[in-house]
């Protein structure tokens, strides 16, 4: 299979959307694999990954820019399997992971975004958002008691609370770009079914109680205002310089797929190159090479 045909059985176009256009989450289907199968996923995985590798040892090397991926998905949508699988051969000096849970005291005397800043990757890394500070209008807004917590100004928590953050959002996310800090933005859009199922499996299998909580379940409930809540980030955060992408995530080989295509095509894009050293710098090289050659 050539990259042109892998690209168009892929149809990574149904994974996006314009700036500007209307979206309805249910025009996603989370069930959507094309027609891969996933042994032969397997082996496109394999590839991109290699690619990949080459990529990040040349944006490394350049160090002038850095990629941020934000992972935003409902539980047991494959963040972690997502992570461990696209990134499994780039080189751990140049990639490194943040988990956003509950922000502790310090970070809630400090603005919604700080906790952010901190985590951000240096120039030539590789780093990913697991969750990230779209939980500050997915979350909190689910759960407005949360607000609450952030000790705001009394006239800052209003009904246009949530347009403002919007508008912080997509500015932070130009304030990156512009600094070379390439933003791509993942939501893994699991089905309420295919969620029930991997719940039941975390309680069924030994090995992943641990990745269960009583308080998962509970948050079920509130399925339909967290579908509500991502259309309405959708909507007012996926601009030309940070768009979303929203990935099918009922089969967790398609979603690896899909995630690393568009994670290689953003550094494609990106023109990296080894840098080139200075004659004076090469004259040294070559002194140093005559040296070694002439060692007894």
């Not at 990574?12 to 289907?29: E, S």
């Not at 990629?67 to 992570?83: E, R």
């Not at 120039?123 to 969750?131: D, E, M, Q, S, V």
Request: net charge negative; glycine share 2%.
């Amino acid at each position: 299979m050539t990259y042109a045909d892998f690209v168009t059985r892929l149809n990574p176009q149904t994974m996006l959307f314009k700036p500007g256009t209307k979206i309805n989450i249910k025009d996603f289907d989370p069930d959507y694999k094309s027609d891969f199968r996933k042994s032969e996923a397997k082996q496109l995985l394999q590839w991109e990954v290699e690619e990949l590798a080459k990529y990040q040892d040349m944006l490394y090397a350049q160090d002038t820019y850095a990629l941020l991926i934000v992972l935003q998905a409902l539980d047991a949508a494959g963040k972690d399997s997502t992570i461990k699988h696209v990134m499994s051969g780039v080189n751990p000096q140049g990639f490194q992971v943040f988990s956003f849970k509950a922000p502790s005291a310090e970070e809630l005397d400090h603005d919604y975004l700080w906790r952010s800043f901190k985590a951000l990757p240096e120039r030539g890394r590789i780093g990913i958002f697991n969750r990230s500070y779209y939980e500050e209008v997915l979350v909190v807004r689910v759960h407005p008691e949360l607000l609450a917590r952030q000790k705001l100004p009394p006239q800052t928590t209003d009904k246009h609370i949530w347009q403002q953050r919007f508008e912080e959002i997509n500015n932070f996310e130009k304030y990156l770009v512009n600094n070379g800090i390439i933003v791509l933005k993942f939501f893994l859009n699991v089905s309420k079914e295919e969620q029930k199922k991997r719940f039941l499996k975390r309680i069924d299998l030994p090995e992943k109680n641990w990745k269960f909580s009583s308080g998962d379940a509970k948050e079920r409930q509130f399925w339909d205002e967290y579908m509500q809540a991502y259309e309405d980030v959708f909507n007012h955060t996926n601009t030309e310089w940070a768009p979303w992408h929203i990935i099918p995530a009922d089969h967790k080989w398609f979603t690896r797929i899909s995630v690393a295509y568009f994670v290689y095509e953003k550094m494609k894009s990106l023109n990296l190159a080894y840098p080139k050293v200075s004659e004076e710098h090469y004259a040294e090289l070559l002194k140093a090479k005559e040296i070694l050659e002439t060692e007894e």
